[in-house]
């Protein structure tokens, strides 16, 4: 069957449908299709003649004239009634004739007819001009005297070889179908398609009668005859050969793709014409497998490539992602409505269902380098993997999955999206105790890396992005000696991070920083706030529970002011929350008041 797309001419157009609507095009598609079919038939009379030997007595005679000659003495053709113009070394001549045109040998079947002298002299001449032709036929002004010589005499004429062969050098009585002779479909098919025409051809020349084209027969055995006239799902591949010798290869892929045992070969003949741009594909690669375009010439066919792709991926690519992607790489030049280009799409779309990222797209390295994954394969004119791995990005991103968004926007080396991400989930999780959830320690040990790695490779990052995200982490650090009961270290980070007031000249100051404040780090003040007057009052209660006795007048003095420093800290904290451009939550500003009081 490759023979079909190998000796086509290079389709140059942008158009895979104006090219196979090119008489070029389907000229050679027509000549391809009749060489498959006298090749095999060649091979078979080779068969039948070794396996009968004895009767075909070929003896040392090379070449196709002896080879049918001897086959015909198996078959005993000569006994047949009705044979005209007589016997050639005992064979009849219209017969050796046709079973040489039917192996594909034109000068065998010329040389069987001079040897029948002048009987078929003329028939001769019209082989000659055949053989010397660029196109193997008949000018079209031969060709309509040979059909005109065909319906005074030949057509009425016993012999149903002499008939046949008329019909096959100048596309006579197309109607006939010579089943005295053709006795399978394969017979059928090459006398119809050595008649064939390239649609146009009646147009064209003095050889205005020719009306069998390829359109025409095309649209007998797909649309009158069908699949139940040739038992199709009893003999697919048979039903497959028919439609795609006739050309008509979207409708032959789709059948074919019907059936689960054939489905794997249905697919990599559509690839293989694809590569050959001579699959035609629908407008959109939403449509069904296969459909019908008004602007088309019936009955031309669409086929859904990516539908058929993404069909029979779909029960491995889970499993097996490498061959699945490979099935996808014929999907590059295809897009989504949105114009997204189709393998990365796809590829996009298996990426976030397996969360098979480092398999996919690689890692980053210790010094900051992406290894390379499975994609990297695919890297070429056609395919960014760059821009592949920022669209899986946004698609982990879309559907939720931020931490793994991050993880890809750094393979991508989008470092903008890393700590826009980043800031989001820092800014939900930062008061949280981390030592309690596994996943917290991973994002903050992971935002840490980058945060090293951004330090020390001196990548730059829009500073508003970046200072909030340095400041999450510092808050994140803060909440973590808080958590784990770290309180003076606390109260130093706290102090050094300069958010909240501490004594009662910060307190303007504070609030004015706090209306430049990200949202994300706006929002968890009240949590800082709260986590801070607990330090606070930790504290104070540590202290005041040293009995005043046990105390030298120094270190009384001492802690009464440490304790009047305390207070203030904490009234501070409240004069901040009333001031700030914030609501706070009512729980939390109940328990700061309640929690001061504690301290009066």
């Known amino acids: ?15 895979p449908v104006l090219a196979r609507s090119s008489i070029p095009v389907q000229n ?40 049918v000659k001897s086959f015909l003495g198996t078959r005993q053709v000569s006994r047949q009634p009705g044979l005209e113009d007589g016997l050639v070394d005992g064979q009849p001549v219209w017969a050796i004739v046709y079973y040489c045109l039917r192996c594909g040998d034109l000068e065998a079947a010329l040389d069987a007819a001079k040897r029948a002298g002048p009987s078929l002299s003329e028939f001769s001449r019209n082989l000659e001009e055949v053989l010397a032709s660029n196109d193997c036929r008949l000018t079209p002004n031969n060709e309509a005297q040979v059909k005109l010589n065909y319906r005074r005499t030949v057509r009425n004429a016993t012999d149903p070889y002499r008939r046949a062969c008329y019909c096959i050098i100048a596309s006579c009585d197309p109607s006939e179908d010579h089943s005295e002779i053709a006795s399978t479909t394969e017979d059928y098919l090459w006398i119809k398609i050595c008649q064939l025409r390239a649609d146009g ?31 199709a799902y009893k003999e697919p591949l048979r039903y497959f050969e028919v439609l795609f010798l006739t050309s008509q290869f979207e409708a032959a892929v789709e059948f074919l793709s019907r059936i689960d045992k054939w489905r794997t070969l249905a697919i990599h003949v559509a690839l293989a014409l694809r590569e050959t741009k001579l699959l035609l594909l629908p407008e959109s690669v939403q449509s069904p497998l296969i459909s019908k375009v008004p602007t088309d010439k019936p009955p031309m066919r669409r086929l859904n490539l990516a539908r058929l792709v993404m069909l029979y991926t779909k029960k491995f690519e889970n499993t097996n992602i490498k061959e699945a992607l490979n099935y996808y790489f014929f999907l590059r030049d295809l897009e989504t409505p949105d114009g997204t280009n189709l393998f990365t799409v ?80 820092l800014a939900s999780n930062v008061s949280r105790p981390a030592t309690t959830d596994a996943k917290i320690v991973g994002l903050q040990r992971h935002a840490h890396n980058i945060a090293e790695r951004l330090r020390s490779a001196r990548r730059p990052v829009p500073s508003h992005l970046s200072s909030t995200f340095y400041l999450l982490l510092d808050l994140a650090t803060f909440f973590g000696l808080y958590h784990s009961g770290r309180v003076n270290e606390a109260l130093d980070t706290i102090a050094q991070l300069r958010l909240i007031p501490l004594n009662q000249e910060e307190v303007d100051s504070r609030v004015s920083m706090f209306k430049n404040l990200a949202e994300e780090i706006r929002r968890n003040i009240p949590d800082v706030v709260l986590a801070t007057m607990n330090l606070l009052l930790n504290k104070y209660k540590q202290q005041r529970s040293v ?7 120094t270190e009384e003095i001492t802690r009464d002011k440490f304790l009047s420093t305390t207070r203030a800290q904490a009234r501070c904290l409240i004069t901040f929350t009333g001031m700030i451009p914030y609501r706070m939550p009512s729980d939390i500003t109940s328990r700061l008041v309640q929690m001061e009081l504690q301290m009066n």
């Open 346 to 425: 796809c590829i996009s779309e298996l990426a976030v269902e397996t969360r098979q990222y480092e398999q996919l797209l690689g890692k980053i390295e210790a010094d900051g380098c992406r290894s390379p994954g499975i994609i990297d394969r695919y890297q070429g004119v056609d395919i960014s993997v760059q821009e592949v791995i920022q669209h899986i990005a946004e698609i982990a991103e879309t559907s939720g999955q931020f931490e793994d968004a991050v993880a890809i926007y750094d393979l991508a080396k989008k470092d903008d999206k890393v700590i826009e991400i980043l800031i989001r989930l």
């Open 547 to 553: 009995p005043s006795p046990s105390l030298r007048k």
């Open 201 to 231: 051809e009646e147009e064209m020349g003095a050889s205005r009668e020719i009306r069998f084209t390829l359109s025409y027969f095309q649209s007998l055995i797909l649309e009158e005859y069908g699949e139940r006239h040739f038992d």
């Open 28 to 67: 050679s598609l027509v000549r391809s299709a009749r060489k498959i079919l006298e090749n095999r038939y060649l091979e078979y009379l080779k068969k039948e003649v070794y396996r009968n030997l004895s009767s075909a007595r070929l003896g040392g005679s090379i070449g196709t004239f002896h080879l």
């Open 1 to 15: 069957m490759i023979e079909v797309m190998s000796e086509v001419p290079l389709v140059t157009s942008s158009s």
